[in-house]
């Protein structure tokens, strides 16, 4: 019984075990992404992220510092042959200060801190997203290897009828042996073009499985994508997001600036003990001090000119690369569509190039039996037939590569 069902599971489960696996643009899109070594780099730039805002808040809680000294004074005031300081002395004291409002200093550094770290992610998906083409390449190259196999296959099957009736001709004293070498050699042709593109596609299969991290091999079917009706002309890349980010990055840049220009209030105290101290100058004793704290530092004042022309020029130069890349995209996308215009163009006269063709095969193999015409005239109009659905193939698989390759170009 156990036997019985075993065999039973074994049966049940064949059809899924030997199914071929389907995998689709997207999916390897996908797959490209998540395998790509940079893909870590979006959580390390987070975590750095949340680390640096951490530390740049703790200037808003209490600072605290411990210090100690001793001193020996070689000389003192005298009031009546009494010295007012002891020569020896020493003190040790905690302090705090905490900041009451610091200008936005603060601030604008947890802003500068989160533009960069946005400035970096949206770099990441740049170069994330580059790794469409390079799928696009590779997957484009393994279909039209696909097809061009199925090709060579009924190519091979077109020169095998034939030599099957040369074959029959000569054993009836109506053809010669010449002419049956001749297909002969047609027919190893054709098969090293087999081994060629056979070559070729595993060669394509690494590369993508490499890329995609994931095996693509005999077993693996590539669903051919669906050709795009409309092509949008909106560039949404994330080259845009990244250009933008980059203004965000120089805006708290100057938002830092003016934050420095700014005073900066705190409370302050201090607690100690020690000989010669703000109790007492000649007993030990405890003591403390508190306050308010005003600061204004002008320093900065020297180099803030020449800090916002430096922030001026920057923002300048990226509106400019947006500019340039936008302007590139447009003109890649002209060439796309001129393209992919000739290639639909193309496309209706080889299908009817290729209908034609097979007619005159058709023809050319009767009239070849019949002794009308010789194999040579024959292999010609074959190799002429076949020329015509290699460029069928070739045409079709290229228009739709630059259909996607204009959906890389606009990320639409």
């Not at 279909?143 to 190519?155: A, F, G, R, V, Y």
């Not at 020297?302 to 022309?309: A, G, I, K, P, V």
């Not at 690369?321 to 590139?328: A, K, L, P, Q, R």
Request: charged share 30%.
């Amino acid at each position: 019984m156990n036997r019985f069902l075993s065999i039973f599971a074994g049966i049940a489960l064949l059809p899924l075990i030997a199914s071929p696996e389907i995998l689709t643009i997207g999916e390897c899109y996908k797959l490209a992404r998540e395998n790509y070594p940079m893909i870590k780099q979006f959580n390390l730039i987070k975590e750095s992220e949340k680390y640096n805002i951490e530390n740049a808040t703790t200037g808003y809680l209490p600072q605290f510092s411990l210090s100690a000294n001793a001193a020996y004074l070689s000389d003192s005031p005298e009031i009546m042959g009494t010295s007012l300081l002891p020569q020896e002395q020493y003190r040790v004291q905690i302090g705090v200060n905490q900041v009451v409002w610091d200008g936005g200093d603060i601030s604008s550094k947890r802003r500068l801190i989160n533009a960069r770290a946005k400035m970096e992610l949206e770099n990441n998906n740049v170069i994330l997203y580059e790794l469409n083409d390079r799928v696009n390449r590779l997957f484009f190259g393994i279909l039209l290897q696909d097809e061009s196999l199925k090709q060579n296959k009924i190519h091979q099957k077109d020169i095998r009828d034939a030599v099957a009736s040369v074959e029959a001709m000569v054993a009836n004293g109506v053809s010669s042996q010449y002419d049956l070498s001749l297909l002969k050699v047609e027919l190893l042709k054709a098969k090293q073009r087999e081994t060629e593109l056979g070559s070729l596609r595993a060669a394509y299969r690494n590369m993508l499985s490499f890329l995609i991290g994931r095996p693509v091999d005999e077993k693996t079917t590539l669903e051919r994508p669906p050709d795009i009706d409309e092509l949008k002309k909106e560039i949404l890349r994330p080259e845009m997001d990244y250009f933008a980010s980059k203004e965000e990055y120089f805006d708290a840049k100057r938002e830092s600036i003016d934050a420095g220009l700014m005073p900066k209030i705190s409370l302050f105290g201090y607690g100690g003990y020690g000989q010669s101290s703000f109790a007492s100058l000649r007993d030990e004793r405890l003591y403390g001090l508190g306050g308010i704290a005003f600061s204004w530092s002008f320093g900065n004042y020297y180099t803030e000119r020449n800090e916002r022309l430096d922030v001026v020029a920057k923002e300048k130069m990226v509106r400019a690369e947006s500019e340039s890349f936008v302007f590139n995209t447009r003109l890649k996308m002209l060439q796309e569509d001129a393209e992919i215009r000739k290639m639909s163009a193309l496309l209706v006269q080889d299908r009817e190039i290729v209908g034609l063709r097979e007619d005159i095969k058709k023809i050319a193999f009767a009239r070849m039996k019949n002794g009308t015409i010789s194999v040579t005239d024959f292999i010609r109009e074959l190799n002429a037939k076949e020329l015509a659905r290699q460029n069928l193939i070739l045409h079709s698989l290229e228009k739709l590569a630059r259909e996607y390759n204009f959906k890389y170009l606009t990320n639409n």
